[in-house]
């Protein structure tokens, strides 16, 4: 199956401080990706969704200045949580879907190993 | 929108035995149902998946089951494996649309 790469695998940070996370499909074109919260024996819950190219799409609830989404290019989008604060904790994790190549649908996504950020 | 239920929450067996989970949903336009796997601290991991012009497709240990009409669809784990032990996600959704997920089962496999 494709790869999705994520870094850093874990950070701490102090509060007020802005953290960036990458997240990179090494081996297709990801013409959308997704970040995703989850909380401790949870479930994912989609913050944004981000097409190549184009200003990304933020479920409802999520902050958009809060957490800057850019997708650069087809391989490479980045979530930088602004300010963070100690309730941003959370294991953050992308996904990434390319179109037909390869034998894949447009439905098949592929997760990023995820990202644990503390905010102290 | 989308509403993906999952059941049961946990489930327990015998190395060796069977495991099934399942789920329903709630929008007839869903046509893609994939399965994860999730081990703890790390990133969910496609197991299998169904399309909606397929009622079951198998791989090995692992099978899925699609019901249009009653709009459930089930995950089959057979001769389970203590390293089958993680938390296994369902998923609904349309053509190139965003997933709903299920709550997940947190699946122990007892040796």
């Known amino acids: 199956g494709a790869v999705v790469s994520q870094h850093p695998s874990r950070v701490i940070c102090k509060s007020g401080t802005s953290v960036k996370i990458e997240c990179r499909s090494l081996d297709f074109q990801a013409t959308t990706m997704f970040w995703y919260r989850q909380f401790p024996k949870q479930s994912l819950m989609l913050m944004a969704t981000s097409n190549e190219g184009s200003k990304a799409t933020y479920e409802q609830g999520v902050e958009k200045d809060k957490f800057l989404i850019n997708h650069a290019s087809l391989t490479l989008s980045t979530l930088t949580v602004t300010s963070a604060h100690p309730e941003d904790s959370s294991f953050y994790i992308c996904?990434?879907?390319?179109?037909?190549?390869?034998?894949?649908?447009?439905?098949?996504?592929?997760f990023g190993p995820g990202t644990r950020l503390t905010v102290l | 929108g989308e509403n993906v239920e999952q059941h049961p929450s946990t489930l327990s067996v015998q190395e060796g035995d069977s495991a099934v989970i399942k789920c329903t949903y709630s929008d007839s336009a869903s046509n893609y149902f994939p399965w994860y796997k999730q081990e703890l601290g790390k990133g969910p991991q496609l197991i299998i998946d169904?399309?909606?012009?397929?009622g079951e497709k198998k791989d090995q240990r692992i099978a899925v089951t699609l019901n249009k009409t009653a709009k459930h669809f089930s995950l089959h784990i057979t001769e389970t494996q203590p390293e089958d032990s993680a938390v296994y996600f369902c998923?609904?959704?349309?053509?190139?649309?965003?997933?709903?997920f299920g709550d997940g089962t947190t699946l122990t496999v007892k040796p």
């Open positions: 169904i399309r909606s012009n397929v």
């Open positions: 996904s990434a879907r390319g179109g037909l190549a390869g034998g894949r649908s447009y439905n098949e996504q592929f």
């Open positions: 998923a609904a959704s349309k053509e190139a649309g965003k997933s709903t």
